[in-house]
């Protein structure tokens, strides 16, 4: 049979692009389902045949003037981000890549199609090289929708420029498509759905909590200067297994297994796992807490011993939970710009909104390997139960249990009950998993599925993998023997920080003096040329309203100048939460407004509103930063400056 060079040329560069589908589109059967036809126009169409019914992807008096009017019809007028759901013969596509893509400035396109004996039959029919090998056009073929979500998140919407226009992300939806794979395309769409919302979720989403983990930050000083860091122990664990405890109900049937183990793997618990670990007589070596919020000290009130056990602490935590906590401490920062300002390096870990997430990120820091899952089910028992007992709180949370279920695949392959914020912390394991090349096993025995992790009995995978004894605890001991001996300056160190505080505070406030200045232009140009132009049709001075974009530009210029990086330290975590959302709504005016004089006054005034809660968020960190001079100046005694 003659090649197709068609074919060939795609296919050469689509091993260049994705080397994985190539292989898979090779060995794609195209089956009988398609029949291919010339449409009056001469264009190749497919009829698809699925039992009695046949129907063609397009309308075969002029495939082309279908797809054109089809695009038209969407009336869009910004689409930064594009995702089709499916691709057919790729007519949508190339149409919009050629007419629309640079009017619509379009950044990143992204295309989901269920079925690859279709997508080879594309490939035979078009020449496709230019989408294939275009940087920012991604393909996502036959495969389960959900294995995209590591990419999605990572690669495309994380983007510096590409998270900052997530509202203003455009679904095409490509009908003879939609009209064969529903259920596979609504899968699609809540994939991309879940990975916006990840790029959220690391934003943060309260800048007022940022500033609590701020004071906390301080409050804690004494702590932070006079623990190890968690940097201190990065190679110390290469290559052994570590266990993560959690406290998910499935942990009561293979807890006992747990009790010979700590020669043999280091085991890390959750702080809601710990105390119900200490009653059946396992002592984890390490432990961590994530929340700021009141509470999180009781996970460890009442337990008179913590010897052997060491607390990884994140400096955000309230000061009651490090008092709680008896014992040794290793500090571990969160990727937070405060922890930069510092200037005590401890280690930092990128972690997800559930404390399970930070544990498996200090294993993985500690170079274990495989990481073991217990107790992690992301899941309701099925006795509705959604926690070990012992749980200080209860085996049954009235916070969970009052939020909507939703149903997840288990890891049996069958359904089991969840609710959104576990769903989080599973598609936080996927993304960390998809990116770390150690082994994970979800030894959980039961719960919600985690893709990348092997499921396992906890059983096997202590025959298997925690053979060897290697001593954990005195491995631990002897990095704090080291640290001991550098016999560190701690109130040196609090004068450091106590000047630097009061450096970054009168910045602070020339920054705050800026802001206030901008507002009041802003509050002007309202009242004198935007309220007119509303109210009455007045014209818009559009210098002026330049003026004041410029202003924006130059004061979000001065918040992220990284050359003294002082006034970036202390507030790039603050504001960045209401940044990412206001950059959101500025980006979603271009979807709203195509008139040019109403463009420009929707921005000013939206500008305006930035000025003011940004300027307010400074102000706060400056309160911070004035209460930790007098309480530092007080402790260590006050310098003349």
């Not at 275009?134 to 690669?155: C, M, Q, W, Y």
């Not at 109130?491 to 505070?505: D, V």
Request: proline share 4%; with cysteine; hydrophobic share 40%.
């Amino acid at each position: 049979m003659a090649k197709n060079l068609t074919y060939e040329q795609n296919m050469e560069f689509l091993e260049k692009r994705d080397s994985k589908l190539a292989g898979r589109v090779r060995a794609a059967d195209k089956g009988d389902s398609f029949k291919i036809i010339r449409s009056k126009t001469g264009y190749p169409n497919v009829i698809i045949e699925k039992g009695f019914d046949a129907e063609a992807l397009y309308d075969n008096s002029d495939p082309l003037k279908y797809c054109r009017q089809y695009l038209k019809s969407l009336d869009i007028k910004y689409a930064p981000i594009v995702i089709f759901m499916g691709l057919g013969l790729g007519y949508h596509l190339n149409l919009f890549f050629k007419e629309y893509s640079k009017r619509l400035k379009t950044e990143e396109i992204v295309i989901f199609e269920e079925n690859i004996g279709l997508f080879r039959l594309a490939l035979e029919l078009g020449d496709f090289r230019k989408i294939i090998s275009h940087s920012n056009i991604h393909l996502f073929v036959g495969e389960d929708p959900e294995t995209a979500f590591p990419k999605l998140r990572t690669e495309i919407l994380l983007s510096e420029k590409n998270r900052i226009v997530l509202r203003s992300v455009k679904i095409i939806p490509v009908p003879a498509s939609i009209l064969q794979g529903n259920e596979y395309y609504l899968r699609a769409l809540k994939t991309v759905k879940d990975a916006a919302r990840q790029v959220m979720i690391t934003a943060g989403n309260d800048p007022f909590d940022s500033l609590v983990g701020l004071e906390n930050m301080f409050k804690n000083l004494e702590d932070i200067i006079s623990s190890p860091g968690l940097n201190l122990f990065h190679d110390r664990f290469k290559g052994r297994p570590g266990i993560l405890v959690a406290a998910g109900p499935s942990l009561n049937k293979n807890m006992h297994l747990l009790k010979d183990l700590r020669d043999r793997a280091l085991i890390i618990s959750c702080d809601a796992s710990f105390i119900p670990l200490m009653k059946n007589g396992i002592r984890p070596h390490l432990v961590t807490s994530l929340e700021r919020t009141p509470g999180v000290d009781l996970f460890y009130s009442g337990v008179k011993d913590f010897q052997g056990t060491y607390f990884v602490a994140c400096p955000v935590l309230m000061p009651e939970v490090f008092s709680a906590f008896k014992g040794e401490k290793i500090i571990a920062y969160r990727a937070f710009s405060h922890f930069d300002w510092l200037e005590n390096e401890k280690g930092s870990l990128s972690t997800g909104m559930s404390v399970a997430n930070m544990a498996f990120k200090i294993l993985e820091a500690l170079e274990c390997d495989p990481v073991i899952l217990v107790g992690q089910d992301l899941a309701y028992s099925e006795e509705g139960d959604t926690h070990v007992e012992g749980n200080i709180f209860g085996e049954r949370s009235e916070g969970i249990l009052q939020k909507p279920t939703i149903m997840l695949e288990g890891n049996d392959g069958r359904p089991v009950r969840s609710e959104r914020q576990w769903e989080i912390m599973k598609n936080t394991y996927e993304e960390d998993l998809e990116a770390w090349p150690g082994k994970c096993i979800n030894a959980t025995e039961g719960g919600a599925r985690i893709r990348g992790a092997e499921a396992m009995t906890l059983n096997e995978a202590i025959r298997k993998y925690c053979t060897e004894e290697f001593r954990p605890e005195l491995i631990i001991k002897e990095v704090f023997s080291d640290f001991e001996r550098k016999n560190v300056d701690v109130e040196g160190e609090l004068k450091r920080i106590r000047r630097k505080a009061i450096e970054t505070r009168k910045t602070v406030r020339v920054t705050i003096n800026k802001f206030k200045e901008a507002l009041k232009d802003a509050r002007l140009a309202e009242k004198e040329i935007i309220r007119p132009f509303i109210d009455k049709g007045s014209a818009i001075d559009t210098e002026r309203l330049l003026d004041i974009e410029k202003k924006f530009l130059e004061l979000s210029k001065t918040l992220n100048d990284q050359r003294d990086r002082k006034l970036f330290d202390i507030t790039a975590h603050t504001v960045q939460p209401y940044d990412t959302w206001f950059t959101h709504e500025l980006s979603f005016l271009k979807d709203i407004y195509t008139d040019k004089d109403c463009l420009p006054a929707a921005t000013v005034l939206k500008m305006k509103e930035w000025f003011a809660v940004i300027g307010h968020l400074l102000v706060c960190t400056e309160d911070v930063l004035k209460k930790t001079e007098k309480e530092l100046g007080e402790e260590v005694g006050a310098e003349i400056f």
